[in-house]
């Protein structure tokens, strides 16, 4: 697997279980994650598990793992976890300080899967320790990838791509080297909308949006990949994993699912990443990392599927890839621009206080504004791009109102 220049592999000792922590325990990825391994417990010792509210659910997966420790990083579930895991041995804490420190135990491997720049500190706390992070967090480099990266190569942490195009394109890559990369190509399902015109997309509902025809995830994400901001941002992250300008990164639209990522090389010749629609599948390729370990995924039945299609993408009714990859063009501070008014101009419309389309025109106002006053800086640290995220959170909420009022 081809990871960022000086990222290299942490060994593991031999026959020893392999500790790991799961940031964001009782999302859809930390589901997929605890799949892998309850299927094989002794392979693995799971130390920490951190979840945002739900602490029943939390509670449970502490005991189907046999975790350490179980944090709720919202304080007001405290009671509920310690007493759901009463007789169980296993640690209740709660708060974002026993997040970084349950994030920062010494661990082999840490899955950092808790959504939104919430997820960002606690993915810089287990970066700091070493070990590998298997990153399922956009957050983290599309808000601050030159600063987290930084912190990885100072601290020898190894980043492995969970994102199912990231991780396909890096398998894709191989040992070849990124100098002679023509073009790295992330593709998407088109969504639930893929085919509606741009008059029915201003009547969409947030019941409609959220049904998406390929995979199984979080409300946010669904929303992103309903108005393809997720292929905006999955640009971003794909520049700063593999080092490779936005001139030479593109989309397609592949709505069965399949080709995850391609790769096309200077000799003309194109590689390409193949899996079934399961996350699993990236998900176990980072948890055995750099060898392959078994699972029960269905592997793909080309003769069945029968055809792949591929079209490109529609910018008029999906702008938000062309915000995105402009915002990657002008660099320092835009993408964290970008992903916070995304933020929250996707709550805005789950809330109902903003229509679909409604998204797009707030995000690509509050990048024309951060670049008008100046905001759109380069952060130089973790803290400053949350810094700049909450700046442009204030000043994106209190545009609601009046990009609502523009859309009727």
Same mark, same amino acid.
């Given at each position: ?14 026959? !020893? ?41 939390? @509670?449970?997966?502490? *005991? ?36 970084? $420190?349950? !994030?920062? *135990? ?10 939104? +720049? ?33 912190? !990885? ?31 790295? +190509? ?15 997309? $201003? ?10 025809? +390929? ?28 080092? &490779? ?12 699912? &399949? ?17 079934? !629609? ?37 910018? %008029? ?62 952060? @130089? ?21 009046? %990009? ?5």
């Amino acid at each position: 697997m081809v990871m960022p220049a000086g990222l290299a592999h942490v060994p593991h000792a031999a026959n !020893a279980p392999r500790s790991v922590s799961i940031l964001g325990a009782t999302g859809s990825i930390g589901a997929s994650t605890a799949d892998l391994l309850q299927a094989d417990p002794q392979s693995y010792r799971v130390e920490a598990l951190v979840a945002g509210r739900d602490a029943q659910a939390l @509670a449970r997966r502490a *005991r189907e793992l046999g975790a350490r420790i179980a944090v709720i990083c919202d304080p007001e579930g405290y009671d509920t976890l310690r007493d759901a895991l009463a007789g169980s041995g296993i640690e209740a804490a709660a708060g974002e300080a026993a997040a970084l $420190e349950a !994030a920062a *135990r010494p661990v082999d491997w840490t899955m950092a899967a808790i959504s939104g +720049t919430a997820g960002l500190r606690p993915a810089l706390a287990a970066l700091r320790r070493g070990g590998a992070l298997a990153l399922a967090n956009k957050e983290c480099l599309v808000c601050a990838g030159k600063a987290f990266l930084g912190e !990885a190569a100072r601290t020898g942490a190894e980043v492995l791509p969970v994102d199912s195009e990231h991780n396909a394109v890096a398998q894709a890559l191989g040992p070849g080297r990124v100098d002679d990369v023509t073009r790295i +190509t992330l593709t998407a399902s088109g969504g639930p909308f893929r085919q509606a015109s741009k008059a029915e997309m $201003e009547r969409v509902t947030p019941e409609q949006a959220l049904k998406h025809p +390929t995979w199984s995830m979080g409300r946010k994400i669904t929303i992103d990949s309903a108005t393809l901001m997720n292929k905006g941002l999955e640009l971003i992250e794909a520049h700063h994993l593999f080092g &490779v300008d936005a001139a030479r990164l593109d989309v397609l639209i592949h709505p069965q699912s &399949v080709v995850h990522g391609l790769v096309s090389w200077r000799d003309g010749a194109v590689t390409a990443g193949l899996a079934p !629609a399961d996350m699993r599948v990236p998900i176990a390729h980072c948890l055995a990392w750099p060898a392959r370990i078994d699972t029960d995924i269905r592997p793909l039945d080309l003769a069945r599927i029968g055809t792949l299609s591929f079209e490109e993408v529609d910018h %008029v009714r999906f702008p938000a890839v062309t915000l995105a990859q402009d915002a990657l063009r002008q660099s320092g501070g835009a993408p964290t621009v970008l992903n916070a008014a995304n933020e929250v101009a996707v709550a805005a419309f789950l809330a109902g206080e903003l229509p679909f389309l409604g998204i797009v025109r707030l995000v690509a106002g509050m990048l024309e504004e951060a670049v008008r006053q100046g905001l759109a800086r380069e952060p @130089a640290s973790v803290e400053e791009a949350l810094e700049l995220d909450a700046e442009v959170r204030r000043a994106a909420r209190s545009h609601l109102p009046a %990009v609502a009022l523009r859309a009727h």
